[in-house]
């Protein structure tokens, strides 16, 4: 079963409350990076939406199983172990039918004290309350949300260890702009008093795990494979 990601793209960059939303995932995830740089970076999903700056990275890759640079299946990737020093995970794990595979693959292919960086529906948000209305709009549904708790304890058992978390947006799931401005209040309100019950959350988590290599006969490290993608018949040009 592959996850359909194009409603919910199409939704961040075409409807105007959407787009704000989208305003306010950067910020935050700016604020998780902050000013680090990044060799390679894998974004899996939201193909046509950017997450990072592009001062941040040097090479950016994005994986998608449908209408994508890269078409691939996110339980295999078609990169190498240690390979990138970021991954990017929005709307994934709470869609996808096996979370914690694709979670396994992400931390593969994540270099010795890289990151993953994961972007996710709350299932104690406001949100869940119109869900119908969402699944209408973006194809995405609470039933399989997980808590940040238990999130930060899938991390830790693939040894990877949580650092910073942000909420984002503490509005009812609007259908305007001008809707919007009308709960903006709960904005200031749910981040003093409600924090849990945000719309979503993003979690940054560092791995701890490096792999053993051995050295060459002039004692020098192995460099890191210039061309991290193994297998380039999943691999195409954009449309």
């Known amino acids: 079963m592959k996850l359909n990601q194009i409603p919910l793209q199409n939704w961040l960059l075409k409807h105007a409350y959407g787009q704000e939303v989208a305003a306010q995932i950067g910020q935050q995830l700016q604020h998780l990076t902050g000013k680090q740089h990044y060799a390679h970076v894998l974004q899996l999903g939201l193909p046509e939406i950017t997450l990072l700056p592009e001062s941040q990275y040097?090479?950016?890759?994005?994986?998608?199983?449908?209408?994508?640079?890269?078409?691939?299946?996110w339980e295999r990737l078609p990169f190498a172990t240690e390979s990138m020093d970021l991954?990017?995970?929005?709307?994934?794990?709470?869609?996808?039918?096996?979370?914690?595979?694709?979670?396994?693959?992400?931390?593969?292919?994540?270099?010795g004290y890289g990151q993953i960086l994961v972007l996710d529906l709350n299932p104690h948000s406001l949100w869940r309350l119109r869900g119908k209305r969402l699944q209408a709009?973006?194809?995405?549904?609470?039933?399989?949300?997980?808590?940040?708790?238990?999130?930060?304890d899938w991390l830790?058992?693939?040894d990877m260890q949580p650092q910073m978390s942000r909420y984002i947006n503490y509005l009812p799931l609007c259908d305007t702009p001008l809707q919007a401005q009308k709960w903006q209040w709960l904005e200031a309100a749910g981040n003093r008093w409600w924090?849990?019950?945000?719309?979503?959350?993003?979690?940054?988590?560092?791995?701890?795990?490096?792999?053993?290599?051995?050295?060459?006969?002039d004692n020098k490290r192995p460099e890191r494979d210039k061309d991290v993608v193994l297998n380039p018949i999943s691999v195409r040009k954009p449309d």
């Open 58 to 73: 040097e090479h950016l890759h994005v994986a998608a199983e449908t209408r994508a640079p890269i078409i691939a299946e």
């Open 87 to 111: 991954v990017i995970l929005p709307f994934v794990l709470s869609q996808h039918p096996n979370a914690h595979a694709v979670l396994r693959e992400a931390q593969r292919v994540v270099c």
């Open 137 to 152: 709009a973006t194809a995405c549904t609470h039933i399989h949300t997980v808590t940040p708790r238990r999130l930060a």
């Open 156 to 158: 830790q058992l693939l």
């Open 195 to 217: 924090p849990q019950a945000a719309a979503m959350y993003a979690m940054l988590a560092v791995k701890q795990t490096v792999y053993l290599r051995p050295l060459l006969k």
